[in-house]
T-cell receptor, first 113, second 114 residues
């Protein structure tokens, strides 16, 4: 079974631009969570989608948004990019409860110049 | 708010030896999950082991075992017979039963010396 895939793997943007990252979960997984990983703040939860609905949200500004499609694929969008948005963005998928293991993708490395 | 603390930024172990990574957490919940994830230099996070809070028995997965002390809110990871492939960042993580919002510690970088 294929793992979680994320595209693109690397991205370079400039301040003020917007970016869209994509995540394809493992087949059958309906929950997709997004995390931001930086050296300074570590791993921080962004949001979780389940059945096309945002179920949980972390403490990030409204510039960070996401959505989930009927096939469970998810996208996250960051508008008006700031230098501090440079990070590794990880996506993780899981079954619905009680299956609780999250499987992570390889991440998208975003660099904002 | 739930927090996870890993007090050891870096640890080193000799190949074939045993090492223990520490993790403490803070929560007011009684039901939750605890995890140890491994992130090798390739960056793909891999689940090493998990523990349900209601289970008193410590989880074990081959060379990996945990020491779960619920009252002390402590969740350490023991790696036995360390191998070169164990070198990675190790993250302790917490989540409640009903929420996929996983809280991670800052991580411990484990080096394995041949």
């Amino acid at each position: 079974k294929a793992g979680v895939t994320q595209t693109p793997r690397y991205l370079i943007k400039t301040r003020g631009q917007q970016v869209t990252l994509s995540c394809s979960p493992i087949s059958g997984h309906r929950s997709v969570s997004w995390y931001q990983q930086t050296p300074g703040q570590g791993l921080q939860f962004l949001f979780e989608y389940f059945s096309e609905t945002q179920r949980n949200k972390g403490n990030f500004p409204g510039r960070f948004s996401g959505r989930q499609f009927s096939n469970s694929r998810s996208e996250m969008n960051v508008s008006t990019l700031e230098l501090g948005d440079s990070a590794l963005y990880l996506c993780a998928s899981s079954f619905e409860q009680p299956y609780n293991e999250q499987f992570f993708g390889p991440g998208t490395r975003l660099t904002v110049l | 708010a739930q927090t996870v603390t890993q007090s050891q930024p870096e640890m080193s172990v000799q190949e074939a030896e045993t090492v223990t990574l520490s993790c403490t957490y803070d929560t007011s919940e009684s039901d939750y999950y605890l995890f140890w994830y491994k992130q090798p230099p390739s960056r793909q996070m891999i689940l090493v082991i998990r523990q349900e809070a209601y289970k008193q028995q410590n989880a074990t997965e081959n060379r990996f075992s945990v020491n779960f002390q619920k009252a002390a809110k402590s969740f350490s990871l023991k790696i036995s017979d360390s191998q070169l492939g164990d070198a990675a960042m190790y993250f302790c993580a917490y989540r409640t039963y009903n929420n996929n919002d996983m809280r991670f510690g800052a991580g411990t970088r484990l080096t394995v010396k041949p």
